[in-house]
Structures are given as structure tokens and as C-alpha cells.
């Protein structure tokens, strides 16, 4: 916290993260108060403590129900529909492991399409239910296809001359 009485130092080639938190008036005017740390109107501590009271016991509840409902890519559809609300802008997930040469059937149907089916379908239920899918854009793609024959090893190679996009949301 720094009291400004002229100039303000910076935190300089720190960055402005790192700039400390100035009070530009005078502590001892009857109307003082400080940027950012000031109730809005109408606003109490009381309302604040209620309203934080609440959070915590939705947050509570839900997280037991998702993080015992949903596997890995589950949880970061879920992480990217709150990164959404919050305002960020771009989120992507990792979802590997397609590279399937052998066994590609099983591998598919046991794991990989589940994960993705349920992840992605939830992903589009729970931006929807938020009023945000409207204005979210989902892009789905890997770096390249799949052989249309299956190998020796019951598995599909690369297969640059195509592959698969999936786009929804967006209105």
C-alpha cells in the first residue's frame, strides 16, 4: 500500500502486478474512501456474508457431485464452462491418446468415446442451461484422420488426406 503524496512508484520491469496499491486522497477527509475497497450503496457486510454463505454451500454441494461424477476430461469441460462464464476468452483441453495403431475398436468403445461423448455432450447441456452457448463457440479437431482400412494390428494409422471437425454453439 503505498500513500501517494506526489509522484507513485512503480514496480518497473516487475510489471503492473506487481505496482503497489495507491491511496490517492487524504485519510482524513470526513468523505474518504479507497478505490476498489469501498461497499457500493446499498450493500452491507451482513448481505455480503449471506450472499458468501450461499456460495459456499452450492460450491460445496456441487463439486462433491462433480468430482466423483466425471473423469478427467469431464472435469475440464466442466473447468472450461466456468472459465467461460468468468469472461476468458479461449479455453482449449487436451484430450489425447487417439493414437491408436492397434486394438482401435476397443480402446474406442471402452474409453476414449465414452469420455468424449459424455464430456462434450455435457459441456453443451451445461453452457446451454447457463445462457452462454449462444455466444461460445465449440470447435472439436485432431491433426489429421484415420486410415479408411483397419492395419494388421486391428488398429488405424495416419491418414493426412482427412480428417474430422466438430463445430457447434455459436447460435
Given amino acids: 500500500v503505498q500513500s501517494t503524496n506526489g509522484g507513485v512508484e512503480t514496480a518497473g520491469y516487475l510489471g503492473v502486478a506487481h505496482n503497489p496499491f495507491a491511496i490517492n486522497d487524504d485519510p482524513n ?8 475497497l469501498t461497499l457500493p450503496q446499498g450493500l452491507s457486510m451482513e448481505r455480503i456474508a449471506a450472499r458468501k454463505s450461499l456460495l459456499e454451500g452450492l460450491d460445496t454441494a456441487f463439486r462433491a457431485v462433480d ?39 476397443k480402446r474406442l468403445k471402452d474409453d476414449k468415446l465414452p469420455k468424449l461423448d459424455s464430456g462434450v455432450a455435457g459441456l453443451l447441456e ?39 471437425i466438430v463445430m457447434a454453439g455459436a447460435g
Fill in 29 to 36: 477527509k470526513d468523505n474518504f474512501s479507497v478505490r476498489a
Fill in 67 to 105: 468430482t466423483k461424477s466425471q473423469n478427467s476430461f469431464g472435469q475440464a469441460c466442466l473447468w472450461a464452462r466456468r472459465l467461460i462464464e468468468a469472461g476468458v476468452r479461449f479455453v482449449s483441453i487436451d484430450f489425447g491418446g487417439w493414437d491408436t495403431h492397434q486394438d482401435n475398436f
Fill in 126 to 164: 451445461d453452457l446451454g442451461s447457463h445462457g452462454i452457448l449462444d455466444k461460445t463457440a465449440l470447435m472439436m479437431t485432431g491433426e489429421f484422420g484415420r486410415t479408411p482400412k483397419v492395419n494388421q494390428r486391428g488398429g488405424r494409422d495416419h491418414w493426412a488426406r482427412a480428417m474430422s
